[in-house]
């Protein structure tokens, strides 16, 4: 029988690629009452005029019945020497729930079934006076991604400084740096009613959730004191008996080792997840790719200086296969080129956003778990037909709603640490399923059939207690398979494809035995 693992991942689906586009700004509605109304929905006292209190800098999110998702997003920038601001956020829905409408949505029309993925959202922002410049939106649950561009320069994807990321100190400065600035948002289960869009509500942060802590960290590189985002998990333990796994997260192209903390909302993820029992407590290390060293030396300075300072600096795993490395986007190519050059360096990996780079001739392939991901109208969404390709590796491949962008980044994160970091089931399910799958295609009486079947179903079990259990039965299958074969009640054709499946599997388990 074909097991079915539960895991809490959405099927893959893929759309056409979204695009953004200039809107027309809805004008702000600065009247005293719908502003006495945000000040009570957030339990703040209201500023002494009306006005004060309507240009209060920042983002400002409420409960507003008009709203499509029960929430309106009003943002306020100051800057008195600009002569235009405009908002910009990757806030344009495509139809996740029908991957055949080609149709890009505005924020204002939203309806269950929509998510975000279709682009930027780009409106001209109102000049409210003495340096005030004023928007709103609909926004929907999760993490929403904005940033700014004061008197049209594109080229600089302007920080909004009343709700500020936290930079690293040596990080991507100017027309360099992509300014992902991060608003928060709950789930209206009566107005947004979207199963996949209520999961995102896991990138909120949670009042009563136990919070882990993350800082830059000074490494030296080399003459050049350089910094890793380090997060800790709740009630971190310097002198815990069992070592934490590691799970290393690499940025794409105009981000450095800031954003995965930041707008990719990694602490505030895995703080819910732990909280969830979903996830085991894991330190979370990011780096700037620019530090790492060569690409086709396998990145020297990841491999010889980062890793081992964090091995020596915390309570953590130096076993390869309780580690994880992910990236998106450009990080994705940086995660290709480690399996390519040293698949067994990490147990877990994560190319997202980057297609499919990965050599099926590298050796040792089969011993790594891969997660493939992208946003399903993503332009580096791999490919799943090249994904299947790789029949020398464990893979799994995930498509989640989203473009080229944080709303797709931060739910495979979210995928990644709940559904398949330190579970080897939740990938190797698949040969599993092929190999059970040759076994009823064969010309075996029932008898057979099933005492092979039951062998699989035993040694499947077994992967999450005893993976031992899993060789000796695996093995036992091959050597049934043999005897089978030598009774000619298997043909050599068979037989050879019952054993290469066994064998792919046995090389996986046991390289980390």
């Known amino acids: 029988m074909t097991r079915a693992l539960h895991l809490g991942r959405q099927a893959g689906r893929v759309g056409d690629a979204g695009g953004g586009g200039r809107h027309r700004a809805r004008l702000p509605r600065l009247i005293v009452a719908l502003v006495l109304a945000w000040a009570t929905a957030l339990s703040i006292a209201p500023a002494a005029g009306a006005d004060d209190a309507a240009l209060t800098p920042g983002p400002t999110v ?21 002569t235009s601001v405009r908002f910009v956020a990757d806030i344009m829905l495509r139809n996740w729930e029908d991957p055949t409408d080609p149709t890009v949505y505005q924020p204002s029309q939203y309806r269950p079934g929509l998510m975000r993925g279709g682009g930027a959202y780009d409106v001209e922002m109102t000049n409210a006076g003495n340096g005030y410049w004023v928007t709103e939106v609909p926004l929907a649950a999760g993490a929403n991604q904005y940033w700014f561009y004061v008197d049209n320069n594109t080229s600089l994807w302007v920080t909004d400084p009343a709700n500020s990321p936290i930079y690293a100190p040596d ?15 709950p789930y209206d289960a009566q107005k947004q009613n979207y199963a996949p869009l209520a999961a995102r509500a896991i990138e909120n942060p949670r009042p009563d959730s136990p919070k882990g802590t993350w800082s830059y960290v000074p490494i030296q590189i080399g003459t050049t004191t350089r910094t890793l985002g380090v997060y800790l998990p709740p009630g971190y333990d310097p002198d815990r008996a069992e070592p934490y796994k590691t ?15 930041n707008i990719g909302s990694v602490p505030v993820i895995m703080d819910n997840l732990i909280q969830d029992g979903s996830t085991e407590p894991a330190v979370v290390i990011t780096t700037a790719t620019n530090y790492l060293g060569a690409p086709a030396a396998g990145y020297p300075n990841l491999r010889d200086i980062v890793i081992p300072f964090v091995e020596s600096n915390y309570n953590v795993s130096a076993q390869p296969r309780d580690r994880a490395f992910a990236g998106l986007s450009a990080g994705s ?16 990996y994560g190319p997202w956003s980057g297609g499919v780079r990965v ?12 997660l493939f991901g992208g946003g399903a109208w993503d332009f580096g969404l791999p490919n799943p037909a090249l994904v299947a390709a790789l029949d020398n590796a464990v893979v799994e491949n995930v498509v989640v709603s989203g473009a080229h962008d944080f709303n797709a980044w931060n739910q495979l994160f979210t995928t990644f640490a709940r559904d398949y970091l330190w579970h080897p089931e939740a990938f190797l399910v698949d040969e599993f399923n092929r190999l059970e799958e040759s076994v009823a295609g064969t010309g075996l009486n029932r008898g057979n059939r099933s005492a092979l079947a039951a062998k699989l179903d035993r040694a499947y079990e077994f992967l999450t207690t005893d993976e031992g259990g899993t060789l000796a039965l695996l093995n036992a299958f091959v050597s049934q398979v043999g005897s089978l074969e030598s009774e000619g009640k298997l043909t050599e054709e068979e037989a050879a494809r019952l054993v290469d499946g066994a064998d792919k599997i046995i090389f996986n388990v046991g390289f980390w035995q």
């Open 62 to 82: 409420v409960a507003d019945p008009d709203s499509p998702t029960g929430y309106t997003g009003r943002f306020v920038y100051y800057d008195p020497d600009a």
């Open 333 to 348: 190519v940086v995660t290709a080129n480690l399996i390519n050059y040293d698949p067994t360096a990490f147990g877990y």
């Open 247 to 261: 799970i290393y997260m690499q940025h794409g192209g105009g981000q450095d080792q800031s954003d995965w903390m």
């Open 359 to 370: 050599n099926n001739a590298t050796p040792n392939l089969a011993a790594p778990y891969i």
């Open 171 to 185: 990080g991507l400065t100017g027309t360099a740096r992509r300014a992902f600035n991060k608003v928060n948002v």
